[in-house]
């Protein structure tokens, strides 16, 4: 993509990056539903409309500065509620609803490679179509792998660290949950010296390969 400008590249990462947003956080709500929990539901959070789901600054602003600069791609959306109290097995099922997010970006993430796949194959019939459905299918797998990965890092209050609670005794869980207050600040100081993109970029880098190669594509 570093022959487009960029409002083209503007244009090819927004569609991805709303979705892959949007499914993630509508993924935490359904499952909690299903668990018991209808909070999410009564507020509209249980939808595909990014409208529902959009923080102004973390989900349209931020981003789009950081790929404007060529920067790691970095936001977020408006958490959804969970009542926990709701919960049918509490400590469980708070770690399946924070295990949905992540897996609902894998599978948009496999969705995109086999767009990529479905865009070599239009190629010669619909060239004007092919390129820019190849570029977005990479965006696409680039920003759900990002998103999956980064969540599923064990600092509060990233989705990762609600999977190691539900698997910690409740003492060692409640005292790892403490770090919480401290979590933003932990990764606005990992993103600013680098280190974020070091820890994330070897698992994100292995999957990408390994859905390109899945999918069928070069």
């Known amino acids: 993509m570093d022959e487009l400008n960029i409002l083209q590249r503007l244009a090819i990462w927004i569609l991805p990056v709303l979705f892959a947003i949007t499914v993630h956080e509508a993924a935490h709500g359904w499952v909690a539903l299903r668990l018991g929990d209808r909070t999410a539901m009564m507020l509209g959070r249980v939808t595909l409309n990014p409208l529902k789901h959009i923080d ?7 981003p789009g500065l950081m790929l404007m600069m060529g920067g790691m791609l970095f936001g977020w959306a408006k958490p959804v509620p969970v009542t926990w ?5 509490r400590k ?9 997010g992540p897996a609902a970006n894998l599978l948009m993430a496999i969705f995109w490679a086999f767009l990529m796949r479905l865009s070599i194959m239009l190629d010669s019939v619909f060239p004007l179509i092919s390129k820019p459905l190849l570029y977005m299918g990479g965006a696409g797998i680039s920003i759900n792998l990002i998103l999956m990965v980064l969540n599923l890092l064990p600092i509060p209050p990233l989705d990762g660290s609600r999977i190691v609670s539900g698997l910690l005794p409740d003492k060692l869980a409640w005292r790892y949950n403490l770090l919480e207050k401290y979590g933003m600040v932990i990764l606005l100081l990992l993103l600013v010296s680098g280190v974020l993109w070091g820890l994330i970029s070897g698992p994100v880098q292995l999957l990408r390969s390994l859905l390109l190669s899945v999918a069928g594509v070069q």
């Open 56 to 62: 102004p600054v973390g989900t349209l602003l931020v």
């Open 85 to 89: 109290q709701n919960l049918r097995n």
């Open 92 to 100: 469980r099922d708070m770690a399946l609803v924070a295990l949905a």
